[in-house]
Nanobody, 127 residues
Framework: QVQLVESGGALVQAGGSLRLSCAASAVSGGTFSRFAMAWFRQAPGKEREFVAA????????DYEDSVKGRFTISKDNAKKTVYLQMNSLNPEDTAIYYCAAGNAILTVVTLSRYDYWGQGTQVTVSS
């Protein structure tokens, strides 16, 4: 069973930056390299929403419109880790951020396509 553990969430002021990490365990590097990965987020009282996705190879990425130009997703197959660099944060980015893994080649933005999920990490942006 693949396990995903997120880290890096924190309280930060508007305009600041954070780097989230998602480390996979109970999986070989070869298996991890076959996963497309993504970050989703869920704010209080709202549904979980897509933030960013990266392809199996790490060569292609997709972003939700509100984070384009501010967030960058990356994947290190050797370390079995996916990252989300978040810059120019604003209070609307406040949410629990979840990492997800799915058996796909290209980027996948649909929540239901992902098979494995982490427990989430809290990001709070103060104004």
């Amino acid at each position: 069973q693949v396990q995903l553990v997120e880290s890096g969430g924190a309280l930060v002021q508007a305009g600041g930056s954070l780097r989230l990490s998602c480390a996979a365990s109970a999986v070989s590097g070869g298996t991890f390299s076959r996963f497309a990965m993504a970050w989703f987020r869920q704010a209080p009282g709202k549904e979980r929403e897509f933030v960013a996705a990266i392809s199996r190879s790490g060569n292609n990425a997709d972003y939700e419109d509100s984070v384009k130009g501010r967030f960058t997703i990356s994947k290190d197959n050797a370390k079995k880790t996916v990252y989300l660099q978040m810059n120019s944060l604003n209070p609307e980015d406040t949410a629990i951020y979840y990492c997800a893994a799915g058996n796909a080649i290209l980027t996948v933005v649909t929540l239901s396509r992902y098979d494995y999920w982490g427990q989430g990490t809290q990001v709070t942006v103060s104004s």
